[in-house]
């Protein structure tokens, strides 16, 4: 396949060790190594690296997701895409058009970042494609700022520039916890934007906070989800790029995505880990067992609801 997606050819671990044959699969694993505006701790190009060599060494097995492995689940891996590590605008184009074409053969992408900007151009490419799917973000913080440090393209703005150039019919919060005034302002009074705080999930647990996610999101038929992993308390991921606590444990958002995650997950990102300020690697190992642990759930959704009859 030649075009825009063969700006990636850097290949290295593969996502869970899984070598399949392209052909026979449905969701492409694409690193976006960018960390170009991060503000605080920076690395994140590493953690594609970093979350696929987690992946080879935790078992296949989901948690709630047990119908399946994650070898059977239809995973290939297609590399990274070469990125420019100081501009921010260009890798969202580049990202833009290597997820674009793998959509539009009807594939999942599901990018590894890097810092939180490249949802922007993964969206994006998925617009391209004609995909418009409803966005559900797990996250600490909202991103809605006009501008951060003089940028507009960038990690702390990327929600408000993908209300401004992508227009979701819905985005979901889950998790937030750190903003400011106007990004409270924003989210509280603009049609379509709806917030689940950490505080919420704390007050009403995370099965019923994941049943208002999911009511809030009935009526999408195509659902993005994009899950920053600072929305995890630093005590469970440390090695993030803004870590804030108070955040949620690992069962409450395993929890959540199996009350949200279904057939309709058009594509899936996960963002921010920072390698080089993780004890252990325990961000990696989580990263990783996070995003199989969607993957599973989506793709058995997927399949029972294949079987059932018409």
Known sequence: MAGLIDLYRVRGPLFAGIDSRRERTRYSVVGAPLDATASYRKGQRWAPRSIREASENIESNGYYARELTIEEAGVYD????????????????????????????GRVPVVLGGEHTVTLGSL???????????VLVLDAHLDLRSEYMGEEVSHATVM??????????????????????EEVSIASSRSGVEVIYAWEVERVGPVNAGSRARNLLGDCSEVYISIDM??????????VGTPEPPGLRSREVFRILMEIVDHRVVGI???????????????????AKTLQEVILLAESSRRSRSRRPS
Do not use: K
């Open 269 to 287: 990102d996960l963002v921010e880990v920072t390698p080089h300020y993780d004890c252990g690697s325990v961000t990696s190992v989580l990263a």
């Open 230 to 239: 600072d929305v995890y308390d630093p005590a469970y991921a440390p090695g």
């Open 78 to 105: 297609e590399g990274d895409i070469a990125l420019p590590h100081g501009d921010a605008s260009e890798a969202v184009r580049r990202i833009a058009g290597v997820v674009g074409e793998i959509a539009s053969e």
């Open 124 to 134: 994006e490419g998925l617009a391209r494609a004609g995909v418009r799917p409803c």
């Open 160 to 181: 408000r520039r993908v209300l401004e150039r992508v227009h979701p019919e819905m985005l979901v919060y889950i998790g937030p916890r750190a903003y400011d005034r």
